[in-house]
């Protein structure tokens, strides 16, 4: 009876999650508007959506404004919407949920491999927290499409690699993500697979489109977005002396309008490229704790957990931080939280909670304070967590390494 219990289980399980999704997707999608006589659908950035992709779809070419600051990978998907037999609002929205679903079932596959399912809860009850961006927004594709990426790492490397490739075609982000492989020959097949990837969106893109390098352009000349980290001593100002930061209007969203707030936004560039570098140092000094024969940094846990970290780390010390963006680190704590052997459970919660504040941003000047405080405490608490993960190996964890070794194929 009991066995019959134990093999009913999963099963009960999977039909709460899928009732749960339903369920919250549902209000989600209530909020667009589709039920409501007045004011009616608010579609949001998706009629800009749309009007780009006429456009694109028009004059082969990508827009020309300097509000267009996406890779080339982001104008097939404004393309996709108008295949469908609904409106190219209708069509968008259920575009996204095809991949809100598609990321519960790569948390479900991971939290089975893994043992471990609060990222699932996590994935399943965060996101409405946003709530209509996961579905106004085009976020959710490269945050699923990295999540891929993070579940077959070690396993696929080909298929980590291209995953990565491909989501970076969308939003840069995910190209962060080859820096968790830890191995030399499953690195290069990673990269190569990631080079290929964007090479072949690239050159399908200039074939059709023309040109594809106004993105960096518009891009590189973006300035201190007001809903930023490093704009937090202005919102605090406010809070304390209930004087408003200088906003104006720039590259479609609210910047800092002020020669302080220019110079702190080239300030970050410099510190993003620290980013970079840490990154690179970490990776060298697991590779160095590996040929020390500590064999617990193989572990699939530990390089999704940097993962976690890099791209916290920059978003952290990025110029723009849009609210939609929470989508790509309620997607990657939840990866991390389905790991028992995660060493970030600490800094997904915080997280987690900085999901929770992020709906009220506009609301008060202190929830911008919080918020950002929160992100900023995550983000260090992370990089201490990794660092002392290579520099202080943990022996202790040797006890998984014979399962590490059958998921990853090491010997």
Request: with cysteine; net charge neutral; aromatic share 12%.
């Amino acid at each position: 009876m009991a066995g019959a219990e134990g093999r009913l289980n999963p099963y009960l399980k999977l039909g709460i999650w899928i009732s749960v999704w339903l369920l919250t997707r549902f209000l989600i999608v209530a909020q667009v508007g589709y039920w409501d006589h007045f004011p009616g659908i608010e579609p949001g950035d998706v009629d800009t959506y749309e009007a780009w992709s006429n456009f694109i779809a028009a004059n082969h070419a990508m827009p020309p404004e300097e509000t267009w600051q996406y890779p080339p990978g982001a104008a097939f998907l404004f393309l996709i919407p108008r295949l469908g037999i609904a409106s190219f609002v209708t069509s968008f929205v259920g575009l996204m949920l095809i991949f809100d679903l598609v990321g519960l079932a790569l948390l479900i596959a991971l939290a089975r491999r893994e043992g471990r399912d609060l990222g699932v809860w996590v994935w399943l009850l965060a996101m409405p927290l946003l709530f209509t961006l996961p579905v106004l927004r085009f976020d959710m594709a490269p945050t699923v499409l990295a999540m891929a990426a993070l579940v077959v790492i070690h396993r696929r490397p080909g298929w980590f690699g291209a995953l990565a490739g491909l989501g970076a075609m969308v939003k840069v982000w995910p190209a962060f993500l080859l820096f968790a492989e830890w191995d030399r020959k499953r690195a290069l097949r990673a990269v190569g697979a990631a080079i290929a990837a964007v090479v072949a969106i690239f050159a399908i893109a200039w074939i059709a489109f023309g040109d594809q390098t106004g993105f960096i352009t518009n891009q590189g000349d973006r300035g201190l977005q007001i809903e930023a980290v490093a704009a937090t001593p202005w919102h605090l100002r406010e809070v304390v002396r209930g004087t408003p930061p200088p906003v104006v209007q720039r590259y479609g969203t609210n910047e800092i309008g002020s020669s302080l707030g220019d110079a702190v936004g080239k300030i970050l560039d410099l510190a993003a490229v620290a980013v970079l570098f840490m990154a690179a140092a970490w990776w060298w000094m697991r590779d160095r704790a590996l040929k020390r024969g500590h064999c617990e940094l193989e572990d699939p846990a530990l390089s999704r957990d940097f993962a976690f970290t890099i791209v916290l780390l920059f978003l952290v010390v990025s110029r723009v931080l849009s609210p939609q963006f929470m989508i790509w680190m309620v997607g990657l704590s939840a990866i991390v939280l389905c790991s028992a052997r995660t060493r970030l459970a600490r800094p997904a919660w915080i997280v987690v909670g900085a999901v929770v504040l992020t709906a009220g941003l506009y609301q008060s000047p202190a929830n911008f304070v919080i918020r950002n405080t929160a992100l900023l405490v995550a983000a260090v608490d992370a990089a201490i967590a990794m660092g002392l993960a290579v520099y202080r190996p943990d022996p202790a964890r040797e006890q998984h390494q014979a399962g590490i070794a059958t998921v990853t194929g090491l010997p």
